[in-house]
């Protein structure tokens, strides 16, 4: 797991020594909130897939975590969209889940995978 719950600059720091050499365009990134329709007060967590292993963070992104949670989410998009990263995707998980993302197995990921949604425009950054 890359990060540290509730901690944005730290888990954006982490997340992006963990993308060091990937292929960029071939990743995809799906947010994961434990709740829907609830984006003025999400607390996201990531899952990048495109890599040797899937890289999961813990919630760390999104308004719950207040101006650094807002800020470390658009510059995580910005990173992405800079390096043409297309596949954007949101989905919810349980807290269960969100809990147990660190040890995430393959029936979970894939469970994500499947629930997946293209992330929502307004979360898509400009450009």
Known sequence: ??????????????LSQSLKG??????????????????AQAAYAAMILGTAEPIL?????????????????????EMLQKHQV???YEAVASPGELATLGAADEGL?????????PLHPERVPAG
């Open 109 to 117: 990921i894939a469970r994500l995978v499947a629930a997946r949604n």
């Open 22 to 39: 990937a292929h960029w365009p071939k990743l995809s990134l799906t947010l994961i909130a434990p709740r829907q329709d609830d984006r």
């Open 1 to 14: 797991m890359a990060g540290c719950i509730g901690r944005p600059q730290r888990t954006l720091e982490a």
């Open 86 to 88: 297309k596949r954007l």
């Open 57 to 77: 963070t813990p919630p760390a992104f999104g308004p719950a975590f207040g101006e650094a949670g807002r800020k470390a989410l658009a510059e995580l998009l």
